[in-house]
């Protein structure tokens, strides 16, 4: 009964920024946490980051710490992902996730190329 849906994505070059944003859709919405995860070719999916969506409490892999932001806009059923500084290995589809108490749901992705 919940879609989402990433926008956001697109090509960059070294050190520059995108905003990623994944909206929910639904008659309710609220997760026990949602988390930006991401796949590039030949690897395996990897979480990126995660935010509970009560408590707000925010982890990230070591990998972004300092250049990615992971936030929410409750009342718009929004996620967001800031990200700074990007490097061609952060190229790759990043995907939506929401746990919703055991209910799993992920959004299609959107690819985010950063070139060199």
Do not use: H
Request: aromatic share 12%; glycine share 12%.
């Amino acid at each position: 009964q919940v879609q989402l849906q990433e926008f956001g994505g697109g090509l960059v070059q070294a050190g520059g920024s995108l905003r990623l944003s994944c909206t929910a859709s639904g008659r309710t919405f609220s997760p026990y946490a949602m988390a930006w995860f991401r796949q590039a070719p030949g690897k395996e999916r990897e979480s990126v980051a995660a935010i509970r969506w009560g408590g707000g409490e925010t982890e990230y892999q070591d990998s972004v710490k300092g250049r990615f932001t992971i936030s929410a806009d409750k009342a718009k059923n929004t996620l967001y992902l800031q990200m700074n500084s990007l490097k061609p290995e952060d190229t790759a589809v990043y995907y939506c996730y929401a746990d919703s108490y055991g209910a799993l749901y992920w959004g299609q992705g959107t690819q985010v190329t950063v070139s060199v």
